[in-house]
C-alpha cells in the first residue's frame, strides 16, 4: 500500500493497517489453539458429508458448532462405530470453538480412560477432573 500513489489518507491506511494487524493476529491465536488442542486433522463442518450419514442430524450438529451447548455447560459425547465420523465432528466443533478463543482439547475416549485411571492410582483424580 503506497500513500501516494492510492490517493489514501494517512488516517484510513493506518486504519487499514490496524484491521490488517488485528486480523494476522486473531489467525495466529486460532492456529495456536488448535494446535494445543491436539486435533488428529483439520476438518469442518461444511466438509462432513450428511448424506453418506444419514442417521446424523445435521441441524443438532450445526447448532453444536454455534457453541450454544456452552452456554448450559453441558457437554457432548459421541458414541459409534468407526468410520461415522465422530473425529470428524468433534474436530469441526473444536475448531469452531478455537475461531472464538474458547480452549479445547481432543482425547479420544480410552485414552481419556486411561489418564483417569493413571490419576485415581496416584490419588490425584480430583485435581485431574477439574
Do not use: E
Given at each position: 500500500m503506497k500513500i501516494n500513489e492510492d490517493k489514501i489518507s494517512l488516517v484510513d491506511a493506518l486504519y487499514e493497517l490496524t484491521e490488517k494487524e488485528l486480523e494476522i493476529k486473531n489467525f495466529n491465536a486460532t492456529n495456536a489453539m488448535v494446535k494445543v488442542a491436539g486435533f488428529p486433522h483439520l476438518k469442518e463442518m461444511k466438509d462432513f458429508d450428511f448424506e453418506f450419514q444419514p442417521k446424523i442430524n445435521k441441524q443438532q450438529f450445526l447448532d453444536f458448532e454455534s457453541l450454544r451447548f456452552l452456554e448450559n455447560n453441558s457437554n457432548i459425547v459421541l458414541i459409534g462405530n468407526s468410520g461415522v465420523g465422530k473425529t470428524h465432528?468433534?474436530?469441526?466443533?473444536?475448531?469452531?470453538?478455537?475461531?472464538?478463543?474458547?480452549?479445547?482439547?481432543?482425547?479420544?475416549?480410552?485414552?481419556?480412560?486411561?489418564?483417569?485411571?493413571?490419576?485415581y492410582l496416584e490419588n490425584k483424580l480430583d485435581s485431574r477432573t477439574r
Open positions: 465432528l468433534a474436530t469441526s466443533i473444536g475448531i469452531a470453538a478455537a475461531n472464538k478463543r474458547v480452549s479445547t482439547y481432543f482425547i479420544k475416549c480410552q485414552d481419556l480412560i486411561d489418564q483417569l485411571k493413571k490419576a
